[in-house]
């Protein structure tokens, strides 16, 4: 066992581990990201149903089961299921050339793409932390915010079965100080929360449009429950500017329509990764500039 913690200290080495986790990691986040919404759109039609007693027969026949493990992955055109061996992150895709090894239909580049990202990142935070506490659980929050990431870009949600939770993780991490104190968690993610329900509230008196949604407000205090209310400037700062910088982009180089809106979850989930690695530091430097 000392053995393994004197290899696991190495850094590269240790890094190295957190990318090859993070593979199999994003392969499993594309499968949540995907059905996850799937299962809360059948669960939401469920209890409408059962709420206005509607005939059961009426509506769309559904699979019996299905939930983040069955059915099993299989092709979306063919149905033909995906063996173990076609599912290696990343190589199956490169060796299938992005195609269904029966029907030869098209795969999208988005799945070796979260993977590739899920392994990236993974192997930032092992980098930053180092074979420590800290290093477990902000991977564990990386891997939260990419499915978080992804289904708001698809959905405009951010599911609470993945929110509420890691924000729970967060105050509870804090009663041993492992990211911040529990004073500075507890305000933090009140003070998070409040924040941009105040600016929903006061946008939606001014424009009469809802400029987000509630998820974002839990988003916004998850980070304050991890980091302590002492970043949610910083985070709401660099969200404000990775934003503005996707936006002007989107619409600049992929056309995108202005008035079809972009949901704000991703930049917050970025920008509060950001800070998660190099809060302190921008912290300092914002301070620095300011004449603080």
Known sequence: MQELDMLLNTAALFSGLAGIIGLLVGSFLNVVIYRLPIM??????????????????????????????????????????????????????????GRCAKCACHISMRYP????????SSVLV?????????AVFALLLTWSLIALIFIDIDHQL?????????LWLGLGLSLFDVYTDAHASIIGAVAGYMALWAVFHLFKLATGKEGMGYGDFKLLA????WLGWQYLPIIILLS?????????????????????????????????WIALLWGADLNQLYLTTAGL
């Open 158 to 166: 951010l599911p609470d079965s993945i929110t509420l939770p890691v």
């Open 113 to 120: 793409i979260i993977e590739a990202l899920t392994a990236l």
């Open 240 to 272: 404000s500017l990775v934003g503005a910088v996707i936006g002007i982009g989107m619409i600049v180089f992929a056309k995108h329509d202005h008035n079809i809106p972009i949901p704000f979850g991703p930049y917050l989930a970025i920008a509060g």
């Open 222 to 225: 998850l980070f304050g429950a």
């Open 40 to 97: 809360m759109q059948r669960g939401w039609r469920k209890e409408c149903t059962e709420y206005l007693q509607l005939d059961k027969e009426t509506l769309p026949i559904e699979e019996e089961q299905f939930n983040l493990v069955f059915p099993l992955s299989r092709c979306p055109k063919c149905n033909t299921p995906i063996q173990p061996y076609q599912n290696i992150p990343v190589l199956s895709y490169v060796f299938l050339r």
């Open 126 to 134: 092992a980098w930053h932390f180092g074979y420590t506490p800290q």
